[in-house]
């Protein structure tokens, strides 16, 4: 059996009532942490100051992720855009986050960016945040080289489907590459396991998954929602 399997739920930042509403959902669903977005249809961006102390206020357990991505696109940053994330990094700490969620690839070979990484490492780790990095991961060409540069650096946790970037395939679909990761990562990073999960096909696909004495965890968006809201009784299907 897997253990320590924690269920991450990811919070659109519509607006700050929403923000507590889901928050507050997520949190009495038994959810270990959340991960704070704009933008969701544009696939995350960095969430604005005022829906982090909200969400920060609503959700009390120490798993207050915020995304840090200055823009939509792909995820080659120049200097000025890395300055940004870094200023991201710094407001999050402001308002309360427990961690950041980032990621930074280079436009030439589509490997992650060790520059940028170390910047925003030595940002995050001064401000006592967690790290994370995000689903840029599934857009590089060699998910396990990928996995030793981030365990190489110390990154925290990395968020995976086990398949393509952009491809509309879920985790199910991707549970090869993810035992693989899985294996590889050990106890030296955690594997976040997202991608078109709910309380419906969970199961099924942690019971597809290898053992491991590292940590696996389950990250959910739209499979918690009903009506639009976060609900607390879909989030405690899941945990």
């Not at 357990?61 to 991201?88: C, H, I, K, W």
């Not at 942690?206 to 009506?227: D, Q, R, T």
């Amino acid at each position: 059996m897997l253990r320590e399997v924690e269920i991450e739920v990811c919070i659109n930042s519509a607006n700050v009532d929403y923000v507590r509403r889901a928050a507050a959902a997520a949190e009495q669903g038994g959810a270990s942490r959340i991960e704070l977005c704009a933008a969701m249809d544009q696939d995350g961006l960095t969430p604005a100051i005022d829906p982090i102390k909200a969400a920060r206020q609503a959700f009390r357990p120490e798993g207050l992720m915020v995304m840090v991505r200055p823009r939509a696109g792909n995820f080659y940053y120049s200097l000025e855009e890395s300055d940004t994330m870094v200023s991201q990094i710094e407001m999050a700490a402001q308002a309360g986050a427990d961690g950041v969620v980032f990621g930074g690839l280079r436009a030439r070979d589509n490997a992650i960016d060790e520059g940028l990484l170390q910047r925003l490492l030595d940002t995050a780790r001064g401000l006592k945040l967690t790290t994370t990095f995000h689903r840029a991961f599934d857009a590089t060409h060699d998910p396990e080289m990928s996995l030793a540069v981030l365990m190489q650096f110390g990154v925290d946790r990395v968020l995976t489907s086990g398949t393509r970037w952009g491809s509309g395939e879920t985790a199910e679909q991707g549970v090869s590459t993810l035992n693989s990761l899985i294996a590889q990562a050990g106890k030296r990073i955690e594997i976040v396991v997202g991608g078109g999960l709910s309380p419906d096909n969970s199961r099924s696909l942690m019971g597809k998954l290898l053992p491991s004495s590292g940590k696996v965890s389950l990250h959910a968006y739209s499979g918690v929602l009903h009506n639009g809201e976060v609900s607390s009784e879909r989030v405690r299907a899941m945990v």
